[in-house]
């Protein structure tokens, strides 16, 4: 069996990201890295793929407007830019029609398709993915690799961070109810709460934006939790704002986690507890992984990038019980 590129990252003890570029922007990498990686190649007999000019990448965002599909959507581009690929970007407005009509028109005019956080169902993914080169973002299909960027690190950091504090009772509200990364966090959680002895609580699904964490407050607060692990940062700035209108100041009644690591989170007062996850790493590894895609054989395994709790001072021992 030929030796892929994963074979040449693993030799080399580099990511599968360091290892693409050595064979198509070896300029990027330091000397001795690249080196490393060729000598690898070398090893294991790696052909290397003849890297075209251009080529046109379709991309599609359930939502152009959140931070986090803006900064994920820079990141791309800003790797595509290297190669000088084009890329055709659609904003599905979290509509799994508008998705499946996107879907199509690339499956005609796009060399390679980028799906973020998709809402189709896998087999209409797979069905894509069998007619073009596709990688997903948080989302995965028998047919094509996915970039997994999770935050189960950073989760069970999390739950350690609320067990020390002295917290018993966690609520977690949800984001999008047809969402990869809800079911991921959602999972992950249930298990490290588990593994802390903390109680977790889940309230109903709600939208990815701050709108959906003031929604979310009242039953937060209802809860009797003394703190919480919201589906975003948005969801969290939200659920703080909403609990403060409630009588619940954080993080003296309410400690409050948020997911993304935003620039806000830090900027927020107080400043917000939240999981940084690799936003711009998995935007960069998708455009390698699609470009591998078209130019090499085919390939259907997943990368999951690691997370971690940035903590500040939404987070604090809990003071009265709302139980």
Not at 76 to 103: F, M, S
Not at 105 to 124: K, M, Q, W
Not at 195 to 209: D, E, F, P
């Amino acid at each position: 069996m030929p030796a892929t590129l994963t074979d040449v990252a693993a030799r080399a003890k580099v990511s599968l990201a360091t290892a693409s570029r050595a064979f198509k922007e070896p300029d990027r990498l330091a000397p001795g890295t690249l080196q490393r990686v060729q000598a690898a190649a070398a090893e294991l007999g790696y052909e290397t793929p003849a890297f075209p000019a251009t080529r046109t990448l379709g991309v599609v965002l359930p939502d152009m407007a959140n931070a986090v599909f803006a900064s994920l959507l820079r990141s791309i581009h800003d790797q595509a830019w290297h190669g000088r690929h084009q890329l055709v970007v659609t904003n599905t407005n979290e509509d799994a029609d508008r998705e499946r009509e996107a879907l199509d028109r690339f499956t005609n005019s796009a060399d390679g398709i980028i799906v973020c956080s998709p809402r189709s169902p896998v087999e209409l993914l797979d069905e894509v993915a069998a007619k073009k080169p596709v990688v997903t973002i948080n989302g995965t299909t028998a047919e094509a690799p996915s970039v997994l960027i999770t935050a189960d690190d950073g989760l069970r950091q999390a739950a350690e961070h609320l067990r020390a504090l002295g917290h018993e009772h966690v609520v977690y509200v949800p984001g999008p109810e047809n969402s990869w990364a809800d079911r991921n966090r959602h999972d992950a959680l249930s298990e490290h709460c588990s593994a802390q002895g903390l109680r977790l609580t889940v309230v109903c699904h709600q939208s990815a934006s701050v709108a959906g964490g003031l929604a979310a407050a009242a039953s937060v607060v209802a809860s009797g939790a003394t703190a919480v692990v919201a589906y975003n940062d948005l969801v969290a700035l939200g659920i703080r704002a909403g609990a403060r209108k409630l009588g619940r100041r954080c993080p003296a009644d309410l400690s409050i986690i948020g997911i993304d690591d935003l620039d806000v989170a830090a900027v927020s007062d107080p400043g917000l507890t939240s999981v940084h996850i690799g936003i711009t790493e998995g935007g960069t590894l998708a455009v390698d992984l699609l470009l591998n895609q078209i130019d090499g054989p085919p390939r259907h395994d997943d990368v999951r990038m690691t997370s971690q709790l940035i903590a500040r001072d939404s987070t604090g021992m809990p003071g009265r019980s709302l139980e």
